[in-house]
């Protein structure tokens, strides 16, 4: 698979607030590298909560008595 590059356009405020993430990684991570691993982190988040809510029976259909 080739990879892609994208040109994106955010406002300043939250430029800055991804080079403060991009400070605090343990790592030294270029912009590119730190929105990947935002990317990544989020999506775990994100399957993780849909994990527990469907174990949690809140969105499947029952049968009332």
Same mark, same amino acid.
Not at 22 to 36: F, G, H, N
Not at 45 to 52: G, L, P, R
């Given at each position: 698979? !080739?990879?892609?590059?994208? &040109?994106?356009?955010?406002?300043?405020?939250?430029?800055? &607030?991804?080079?403060?993430? !991009?400070?605090? *990684?343990?790592?030294?991570?270029?912009?590119? !590298?730190?929105?990947?691993? *935002?990317?990544?982190?989020?999506? @775990?988040?994100?399957? @993780?909560?849909? &994990?527990?809510?469907?174990? &949690?029976?809140?969105?499947?259909?029952?049968?009332? @008595?």
């Amino acid at each position: 698979m !080739q990879s892609k590059w994208h &040109n994106i356009s955010i406002k300043t405020e939250s430029f800055e &607030n991804l080079k403060d993430i !991009q400070r605090v *990684l343990p790592i030294r991570a270029s912009i590119p !590298q730190t929105i990947e691993w *935002l990317i990544k982190v989020g999506t @775990k988040h994100i399957n @993780k909560t849909n &994990n527990s809510e469907n174990t &949690n029976n809140e969105y499947t259909d029952r049968i009332p @008595k």
